[in-house]
């Protein structure tokens, strides 16, 4: 798989400055005078040249400019792409054996999520022989709260080395943090996606979208409607997110790479065409086994005492399945075991 490849279509980069050309140039015509440097020359013929070099220097920075496709940024907004102008990096396993490993990590650390982490631990294993980048099929995680979904995001960000953001639409359902918003309004910033992809210099971050029910329609003042769910079926669709516009820098981004998870407590409320882009996994709430499981390991990793967290998961194996207990309620419990513990000095 190539490591680096290029996320601006339609961006040409030469020499930044007009004084980078100016010197390119004065070398040149040197080797042709015979001399080391300009300055070598005397009189009023140096004058001259170097008066005829800068202009025509400056009149090659203003045509490149425009030719790259960036003239209509200003410097500061140009700044913030230089990090991806000579392409991006992909994260993920570069073997079956890699993907093998990270399926492994997923498994042990979420077992009650096979509905979920063994299609993605496939997705991981074919990736490897397609050397996209893309690890996984957009993936939507459907179930009640506290089952882990966002947890599940988190492990697999960390074990394939991917960067991760999290677009929370229960918090804000608008399009803007998706699609981002144009630099003529004063609010204007790049989505998620493209900020994450610009921030991280990788062309295949992992984004998590919570709570895709909850997507809200707004509407311009034009009249104009549009929400995060019509924005999330163009950059979907590998041929379209491709060629994908950033409203704010109002150029092209490759997001064919990006992967794609999303959290739903259920179906209703998201549009059959973005649910036909999607595979869905259905999660089923956590018997009071596997509560007791998951208290354990978060409680070595915490370094609580083991006799305090046998205690904790043997509360827990009580439990009536339907009681309504989920990994929330079990990380409180484990926070406040962590506060009575004693202090040691």
Same mark, same amino acid.
């Given at each position: 798989m190539p490591r680096t490849i290029s996320i601006l279509p339609a961006i040409s980069t030469w020499p930044s400055s007009a004084e980078s050309i100016e010197a390119r140039l004065a070398h040149h015509l040197a080797l042709l005078r015979g001399s080391d440097h300009l300055g070598s020359d005397s009189g009023p013929w140096r004058d001259a040249a170097a008066g005829r070099l800068k202009r025509r220097a400056q009149r090659l920075h203003e045509a490149r400019q425009r030719a790259s496709g960036l003239a209509h940024l200003d410097d500061r907004q140009r700044a913030r792409l230089a990090g991806i102008l000579q392409g991006a990096r992909l994260a993920g396993p570069e073997s079956?054996?890699?993907?093998?490993?990270?399926?492994?990590?997923?498994?042990? /650390?979420?077992?009650?999520?096979?509905?979920?982490? &063994?299609?993605?631990?496939?997705?991981?294993?074919?990736?490897?022989?397609? !050397?996209?980048?893309?690890?996984?099929?957009?993936?939507?995680? &459907?179930?009640?709260? !506290?089952?882990?979904?966002?947890?599940?995001?988190?492990?697999?960000?960390?074990?394939?080395?991917?960067?991760?953001?999290?677009? /929370?639409?229960?918090?804000?359902?608008?399009?803007?943090?998706?699609? !981002?918003?144009?630099?003529?309004?004063?609010?204007?910033?790049?989505?998620?996606? &493209?900020?994450? &992809?610009?921030?991280? !210099?990788?062309?295949?971050?992992?984004?998590?979208? /919570?709570?895709?029910?909850?997507?809200?329609?707004?509407?311009?003042?034009?009249?104009?409607?549009?929400?995060?769910?019509?924005?999330?079926?163009?950059?979907? /669709?590998?041929?379209?997110?491709?060629?994908?516009t950033c409203p704010y820098f109002g150029i092209r981004f490759d997001m064919s790479r990006v992967n794609w998870l999303f959290t739903a407590n259920d179906t209703r409320g998201i549009p059959a065409p973005l649910l036909s882009r999607l595979r869905i996994a259905r999660l089923q709430p956590l018997t009071p086994e596997q509560l007791a499981g998951f208290a354990l390991q978060e409680a070595s990793a915490r370094g609580l005492e083991r006799e305090e967290a046998e205690g904790l998961a043997n509360l827990l194996r009580g439990l009536h399945p339907g009681r309504g207990a989920d990994l929330r309620l079990v990380l409180g419990l484990l926070d406040d075991l962590r506060l009575e513990a004693p202090l040691l000095h």
């Open positions: 079956v054996h890699g993907a093998d490993e990270i399926g492994a990590a997923l498994a042990e /650390d979420l077992p009650w999520m096979s509905a979920a982490t &063994v299609p993605l631990w496939h997705d991981l294993r074919a990736s490897t022989g397609v !050397g996209t980048g893309r690890l996984i099929r957009p993936t939507l995680l &459907v179930g009640p709260p !506290g089952l882990g979904k966002s947890h599940l995001a988190r492990s697999l960000a960390h074990h394939a080395g991917l960067p991760l953001a999290i677009a /929370d639409l229960g918090a804000a359902g608008e399009a803007f943090q998706i699609a !981002g918003l144009s630099r003529g309004w004063r609010s204007g910033m790049p989505g998620l996606p &493209v900020e994450t &992809v610009i921030t991280s !210099g990788m062309a295949n971050p992992l984004i998590l979208v /919570d709570e895709l029910e909850k997507a809200a329609a707004v509407e311009s003042t034009a009249g104009h409607r549009t929400s995060a769910h019509a924005v999330l079926l163009g950059l979907l /669709d590998p041929a379209s997110a491709a060629l994908w």
